[in-house]
């Protein structure tokens, strides 16, 4: 191996020197039994972060005009409770938040497709917390939806 290769599986990460070495990973979602494109498959990651945008700052004009007296700390605090209450709610019932169904997306649970409240509830919760949507797994699943076992995909 010379040392553009070398450099090279470096640059791509432990991802691609692995599949060059011959292992086999599959498409996202392959082992949750979801398809690998169109309706039904996993959510890339841009959508979902463009829907929680949406959400995020929906909330934060609700807060801003509706509830705090201006700008601060408070604003801040009311937009996140009122993404947990949004969250919980609208997932709960329907499956999607207004962000989620602006991009095609829908939360639904594995094995019996729709959200449970206690779900739909722990989901959330570990949502307004950050640091477990940030922790994603081989399928880009964030451990909010591990958890509560579900998995966020197109409509």
């Not at 990460?13 to 690998?36: D, I, M, S, T, V």
């Not at 841009?46 to 601060?72: E, Q």
């Not at 019996?112 to 919760?125: D, E, I, K, N, T």
Request: proline share 5%.
């Amino acid at each position: 191996m010379d040392n553009r290769q070398a450099i090279g599986s470096w640059l791509s990460g432990p991802r691609a020197a692995l599949e060059e070495a011959g292992a086999e990973f599959g498409y996202r979602g392959e082992q949750l039994g979801l398809p690998e494109d169109g309706p039904g498959s996993l959510a890339r990651p841009g959508r979902r972060i463009g829907a929680l945008a949406v959400d995020w700052t929906l909330c934060l004009l609700i807060a801003y005009g509706l509830i705090t007296d201006g700008y601060g700390q408070s604003t801040g605090n009311w937009a996140l409770l009122l993404f947990f209450v949004l969250s919980a709610l609208t997932v709960g019932t329907v499956g999607f938040t207004p962000g989620k169904r602006l991009f095609g997306l829908r939360v639904v649970a594995l094995g019996s497709g729709r959200v449970q409240p206690v779900r739909a509830l722990v989901r959330s919760a570990l949502l307004c917390l950050a640091v477990p949507a940030l922790v994603w797994d081989r399928d880009g699943r964030g451990l909010h939806d591990r958890l509560a076992r579900t998995v966020e995909v197109r409509i």
